[in-house]
């Protein structure tokens, strides 16, 4: 799938982050249309709050900018053609999910299985801390869930988490989703253009 | 200027704020080319910061953050084609600027002076709580700061200034610059073109 020497986006994303919902929901596509190849990033942002004094998301710990985040969200997905219903708990604990996305970033199915996780999450209401719900989604996706629970969960991949994270304090990301291009980082769903370009600039190929 | 019944965006804006300049700097060629109405709303954030438990801009209380928003500023505005050159001192006051602007909504220098606080706070390293950069600013413009200043410091004009403000928290607005379509709210410069997309699904006259 991936060229050498091809121009490389990396994405970093977090499960409970509704921005990174958006942004899962249309980068795909607009990579594909672009030419341009993905890395896909998962890592953890409660470290990343923690550092900065936060014990929850902004949207909680400053509700008027939460109750905005919501209604803005609405229209977003509706303009991207997402699904949406507002979920019960949040944020969610993405921990699990992120451990199976990271033990299987080479599979051809990955990227539905992230997809699923932000549309059940986002618009089914349901708990994608509950291994009952990841494991629907996998087999929905013709996959073993027992293996795959069973890897994802071993010492050796919990710490390819944990340095994704690392990686993400090291590049200066505070928040999801951001884009690394060359160095550069960009912040927001709203920035995934502006990612794209300046990777164009930068490798015109 | 403006016509009765037609459509009408109001644009809230705090002249401490990085990303209200970048608005100011292209919502009035943006409004005239859509033929939208704009009406102009100078606040001030530092009480709403207050409401939100916070003493200083967002920007400082979380500095990774913070340096993240200077690279993107110097980004935007380069696409935006303003001049940008970060200010020593952040958040400044922008507390006279506010009101000098609330008393001469009318003028048809007002925008032109708008832009012109936005531009030497944010290219120029100038003070906008300094006296003799405003009078400079209204002398540019063939105006007489005295009297301008004497009116804008008025009990009636601070007045006018604390409305606008208590109006911003009551609207639910948390941050700059924010646009109000008919009620609906809209935060972050990123969201101008979705506030004039639906001020036109509203009111597709």
Not at 98 to 112: C, H, Q, S
Not at 118 to 133: R, Y
Not at 164 to 170: L, V
């Amino acid at each position: 799938m991936s060229e050498k020497n091809s121009p490389i986006l990396s994405f970093w994303f977090e499960f409970a982050s509704t921005y990174s919902y958006l942004t899962t929901g249309r980068i795909k596509s607009l990579a594909d249309k672009e030419g341009i190849q993905l890395e896909w990033k998962p890592f953890l942002l409660g470290p990343i709050f923690k550092d900065q004094g936060m014990s929850d998301s902004p949207f909680n710990l400053y509700p008027t900018k939460g109750k905005y985040m919501w209604k803005d969200l609405e229209r977003r997905t509706a303009k991207y053609g997402l699904p949406f219903l507002k979920p019960g708990i949040f944020p969610q604990n993405g921990l699990k999910a992120a451990r199976i996305t990271i033990a299987n970033l080479d599979k051809p199915w990955i990227y539905d299985f992230i997809l699923e996780v932000f549309k059940v999450e986002f618009s089914k209401d349901q708990d994608i801390s509950d291994v009952s719900v990841l494991s629907m989604i996998l087999r929905s996706l013709g996959q073993d869930p027992e293996n795959i629970l069973s890897y994802s969960e071993s010492e050796e991949n919990k710490k390819k988490l944990r340095e994704n994270t690392e990686q993400a304090r090291s590049l200066g990301i505070f928040g999801a989703p951001s884009f690394i291009v060359n160095g550069e980082l960009f912040w927001g769903d709203d920035r995934l253009e502006d990612a794209i370009e300046f990777l164009k600039k930068v490798d015109p190929n």
